[in-house]
């Protein structure tokens, strides 16, 4: 495809994935010229001209994002500008382009934000190196129940970001679900040849990237084991986030044992957000839990879910992305 096809691809994926009052998203390089366009509702004013008066504003907005990302340390390169009818989410995608996201009044920037940086994540990708292979798909990934991001609503509200944050992210589940592969793919983009249960705890650092922002993830895998119930909670504490797992393909992984890590966690983590992640949904004719059953469980419990495949590597980087996004969102001082 095309680098136009395959923006616009991206932009699609985008689209789908937020379903909050989107009207419109748009690559455009730094003067202002149009790479790629997706619009999903109608502007009062015609798509053309719509398109032309939002790449003015683009490249009047750069100058202002480039001075952001340059004089001020720590912050991240975007901004939030309100007109009458709608929001404008300016997002800086590398040095080469500019991700704008324009939304309705009142969407909710919970959902919209998360995605706006994983996508010009992939937007810069893609751009500096164009034969590398970038995922275009975009997650159903629903962050926002658990994140402070309301609080980003003009473009005085940059967001104060560390440049350096350590996060830890405790991953639980019944053994065999797929907790060590799905961090051996993100870390290291392989997975074990052969199951080998953990016993006890695994930890595994690794550094990630964000624009200019590094992640150090602490990833804590905790054994699923009954003999290790007895000391587990200790391991919880200081966890930033947590992803709780299940197999698709085998259903006392689901059924009641979801509730009951879960639970778990809350009980000595009760404001950290939680993933509800289903697992090896590459194995299709084996699959037990539907996507259905898991996003009512989430939405029961409160919390964001994801399906993945450790095997293929599908929303696996795209999972911890997003929530060390949300959580650069939620751990930042608010004025």
Same mark, same amino acid.
């Given at each position: 495809?095309? &680098? ?23 690559? /455009? ?30 490249? &009047? ?44 009044? !009142?969407?909710?920037?919970? +959902? ?29 990934? *629903? ?20 440049? !350096?944050? *350590? ?22 983009? #392989?997975?074990?040849?052969?199951? *080998? ?14 624009? +200019? ?12 084991? #009954? /003999? ?18 299940? !197999?698709a393909t085998r259903r006392e992984t689901f059924d009641t044992q979801v509730e009951k890590w879960f639970n778990d966690l809350r009980s000595v983590l009760p404001d950290i957000p939680i993933v509800l992640v ?20 989430? #939405? ?15 929303? &696996? #980087? !795209? ?17």
């Open positions: 495809m095309s &680098v136009g096809d395959t923006l616009r691809t991206l932009l699609e994926n985008y689209s789908n994935a937020i379903e909050d009052g989107l009207f419109a998203c748009y690559v /455009f390089d730094r003067d202002g010229l149009i790479l790629a366009q997706v619009q999903k509702n109608t502007f009062k004013q015609d798509p053309k001209q719509e398109a032309e008066i939002l790449g003015a504003i683009s490249s &009047v907005v750069e100058p202002t994002l480039k001075r952001i990302t340059s004089e001020m340390a720590g912050f991240f390169g975007s901004g939030v500008f309100e007109t009458e009818d709608h929001r404008l989410v300016f997002t800086e995608a590398g040095d080469h382009a500019i991700l704008l996201t324009v939304v309705g009044f !009142d969407a909710t920037m919970n +959902n919209i934000l998360p995605y706006t940086y994983l996508v010009a994540e992939k937007i810069t990708a893609f751009l500096e190196s164009p034969d590398n292979t970038v995922q275009v798909s975009v997650p159903n990934l *629903r962050l926002g129940i658990e994140f402070d991001i309301e609080n980003l609503k003009d473009s005085n509200q940059i967001g104060k970001i560390p440049t !350096d944050l *350590r996060l830890k992210l405790v991953i639980v589940g019944d053994p065999a679900v797929g907790k060590t592969s799905i961090i051996s793919k993100f870390v290291t983009q #392989k997975i074990p040849a052969d199951y *080998r249960p953990t016993l006890g705890i695994s930890i595994t650092a690794q550094t990630y990237k964000i624009q +200019n922002k590094v992640l150090n993830f602490l990833i804590w895998d905790l054994a699923g084991q #009954k /003999f290790f119930q007895r000391v587990r909670k200790k391991y919880y504490h200081g966890s930033h986030a947590a992803f709780v797992m299940y !197999d289903g697992n090896k949904i590459d194995l299709t004719e084996k699959r037990q839990v539907t996507t259905t059953e898991g996003e009512k469980l989430a #939405k029961k419990l409160g919390c964001s879910f994801l399906e993945t495949s450790a095997k293929s590597g599908e929303n &696996v #980087k !795209d999972a911890f992305s997003l929530i060390g996004i949300g959580l650069f969102f939620k751990l930042q001082p608010h004025s």
